[in-house]
């Protein structure tokens, strides 16, 4: 599947974010999906950084991701859903978020579904 970034920098971030995962775990969908999403997220890379390594820390990133806008909360929740199959009240995540940032998070769910 041939995926589109929204930009450059968002296909460095998801780059650099990936390989700091487990090798092993690098080809799976629920990885790559929800990383495309937080590497979309600009200028929070260092703070999701933190979170990841032997998997992502979703529970202390969405505690981190308090003070962060409505949207980068949303995002973090939708990757966090594709991720480890919670649910996500949909209306609530894709309200906030632009044109450019919906079409990453569609994007991430045909990655993990398709």
């Not at 296909?11 to 999403?37: F, W």
């Not at 806008?69 to 609530?92: K, P, Y």
Request: glycine share 4%; charged share 25%; aromatic share 8%.
């Amino acid at each position: 599947m041939l995926v589109q970034f929204k930009n450059d920098k968002h296909r460095r971030n998801y780059e650099q974010l990936l390989a700091m995962v487990h090798p092993g775990t690098r080809s799976s969908i629920e990885y790559q999906a929800a990383l495309y999403i937080l590497a979309a997220i600009d200028y929070k890379q260092e703070v999701i950084a933190e979170h990841i390594g032997d998997g992502i820390r979703f529970r202390e990133l969405v505690q981190k991701a308090r003070t962060w806008s409505t949207a980068e909360r949303r995002m973090v929740e939708l990757a966090g859903a594709l991720f480890n199959g919670r649910s996500a009240d949909l209306d609530q995540c894709f309200r906030p978020l632009d044109k450019q940032n919906t079409a990453v998070t569609l994007e991430a769910m045909k990655m993990r579904y398709l």
